[in-house]
């Protein structure tokens, strides 16, 4: 079965119903509408500022959308804390590799998981071996990543020294530390040297194909998009332009013209309210 | 040489009511990145607590009401809690600027309200009357707390709990889309830095046994707890515990050199101690911003 058929078989495991969000005069998310396939590697692709990241900030919780609603998994979980989707098997990353600078990579890893015994504070001081039997199970798991990953070298190295490309692969260890479904990656490929890109977008494809990942990725590297992702959507102007595979997409004359930029940015502050 | 023995036994007994403020710093600060500049604020409620539970009863005052010092103890640890809590729940959910402003202007509400309500404090005089233990007996229970109080920072900081509060303090929207709490770990932290604050007013208190406002002015109730941790290494217990005996040490030689100008030079001399305290400080971030002892690279249990 190819991707193609997967996506159009697969239900939504990921809703997006009519969102829009201004900041102050600007409609940074204008209806956008869109539907994520469980078990897909669904690309958001379009220009700059067409309200992508944007658009993960209200999928993950970090801005409350004024209209519209997100639903995962069939249940509404519009406005909700980016810690209860968390919990709802939903997980982000950043476009800028958001690590703990100054924190090993181990430990980078070994924080996600959660909610820990370890992290009550009464536990964590007075009952020290429930804590210890739970944290040898992360361990174990953070160990995996890092062979994973092939991040052992700098396994006990600050995240802050790592290249930019190695925080991206980091970021992903994360995720793959969590049990989560679904996984919101903001530019993977940025900044990743050809080398480490391989590895990423195989780590990548191995978690969707074993793990069971689901994975919605913003991304600008259009050969990856090509090679990784199915269907591909693309926002431009806080709205969804086009959707479907990457071939038909690139066909589309609205998506052209929106690459071009044919409308300016100015006019549509202008056309704001 | 007794006299000597005796300076040591004061200069560590003071110095430890230090420690312990340093250390209640850096769970808030080292661990977690809490900006707070109104440790005067709990180090004085700490202290006022136990003197108006552990006072005979007075008319210039609340009570006393003549409890041991242990009830004063634990109280001044709780009322420094609550007060933690309650400035932590209105600033620890916006930006961490918010906390330094509410944390200084809280340092002095607490002062002024020392020095003017009158029925409670007695004002300007302080409470006196406190029950002194003989300087060997607060000497063993200065250690027994600084050690209490290392043990738990330390447990603390070696857990999963430790951890996280230290992926808050380097990243706080990463640690929001990993689950956490953030609001909830930031205002533990907070509240157990400053619940160790009041236990070191707690001490003060029967340490001088009397309290009066001018002891808990910025300088010696805040400004120098800062010096100790950045000074000893920011992030780590036995960092804090250095430099509160380093600053403190310092501060105490210079004070026997003071007594040693003359008189007319008094005022000048006091002041060269402070700018004294003021100097190591930038000379410490010139020379080793990481402080004498550095945080340590691993945090959360097993192995460094």
Redesign the interface.
Known sequence: MNGAERSQSATPILVVDGIELRFGGIRALDGVNLEVGRGSITALIGPNGAGKTTLFGVIAGFLRPSRGRVVLGGEDVTGLAPPRLFARGLMRTFQIPAVYERMTVLDNLLMVPGPQAGENLLTAVFASRAVNREEKAFRERAERVIAFLDLAPVRDNYAGQLSGGQKKLLELGRVMMTDSKVVLLDEPGAGVNPTLMKKLTDSIRRLNAEWGYTFLIIEHDMDLVAALCDPVIVMAEGKVLAQGPMASVRANDAVREAYLGSRSVAERVVAGP | MESLLGFGIFFVSFAGIYAILALGLNVQWGYTGLFNIGIAAFFAVGAYTAAILTTPESPNHLGGFGLPMIAGFVVAMLVAAVLALAIGLITLRLREDYLAIASIGLAEIVRLVLKNEEWLTNGTRGITAIPRPTSVTFFVIVAVAVLVTYW?VE??RR??????V??VR??E?????????VVR?RL?AFV?GSALMGLAGALYAHFQGFVGPEAFEPMFGTFIVWVMLIAGGSGNNRGALVGAFLVWGLYAVTGFVATLVPPEFATQASAARVVLVGVLLIVVLLYRPEGLLP?S??????PD
């Open positions: 738990l447990r603390a857990s999963p709990w430790g951890r996280t230290r992926a380097e990243q929207q990463a640690a929001l889309a990993a689950g956490k709490n770990f533990e157990f945080e690279r691993r945090v959360g249990p097993g």
